[in-house]
């Protein structure tokens, strides 16, 4: 079975622009969570997005969204692009119980100018 | 105070060794406890998963929780040079996972 796909893998941006990033989760998986990885730090909680509906939001700006498909699909937003949001976006698809274990797509690499 | 606490290393132990990682956490009613390897530049992958108190065994990795001491360890038996990665501990309080800062292990051959 396919794992967590993400798209694209890399990314050039500048100051101000938009991105919208995207994930699609392993088959049967519902529950898809983003986090943002900056360099020697861990996986930093962005959004949790379970039946379409956002179940938890980390500490991010409003500049952040993100939304969940009927497909269970997400795409991530960041608006006002700042320098200091280069980083590895990660997505993690989960089915609800079972501890919610989260696997993790390849991620996308950002880098902002 | 960090959700998620671990020394972030490095670590360094020869071929063969034992390398033992430690993880903290704060929050009490945190339900699920995992372990990720993490290889430079690429995502993490999950190495266990434990929710009970005690010892859970998968090849030479063993996990280890102590809920009391807020604590969760994981211990590689017979490092290889191919375990050399970054080391993330998790934490699900039920809200959201919380990441440790990794610790980094060298295995030298």
């Known amino acids: 079975d396919a794992g967590v796909t993400q798209s694209p893998t890399h990314l050039i941006k500048t100051r101000g622009q938009q991105v919208t990033l995207r994930c699609s989760p392993i088959s049967g998986h519902k529950s898809v969570s983003w986090y943002q990885q900056v360099l020697g730090q861990g996986p930093q909680f962005i959004f949790q997005y379970y039946e379409k509906e956002e179940r938890g939001r980390g500490n991010f700006p409003d500049r952040f969204s993100a939304r969940q498909f009927p497909n269970y699909s997400s795409e991530l937003n960041v608006n006002a692009l700042l320098l200091g949001d280069s980083a590895l976006y990660l997505c993690a698809s989960s089915f609800p119980g079972a501890g919610e274990t989260q696997y993790f797509g390849p991620g996308t690499r950002l880098l902002v100018l | 105070q960090k959700e998620v606490e671990q020394n972030s290393g490095p670590l360094s132990v020869p071929e063969g060794a034992i390398a033992s990682l430690n993880c903290t956490y704060s929050?009490?009613?945190?339900?699920?406890f995992f372990w990720y390897r993490q290889y430079s530049g690429k995502s993490p992958e999950l190495i266990m998963s434990i929710y009970s108190n005690g010892d859970k065994e998968d090849g030479r990795f063993t996990a280890q929780l102590n809920k009391a001491s807020q604590y969760v360890s994981l211990l590689i038996r017979d490092s290889q040079p191919s375990d050399s990665a970054t080391y993330l501990c998790a934490v699900n309080t039920g809200n959201q996972f919380y990441f440790g800062t990794g610790t980094s292990l060298t295995v030298i051959p």
């Open positions: 929050d009490r009613v945190s339900q699920s």
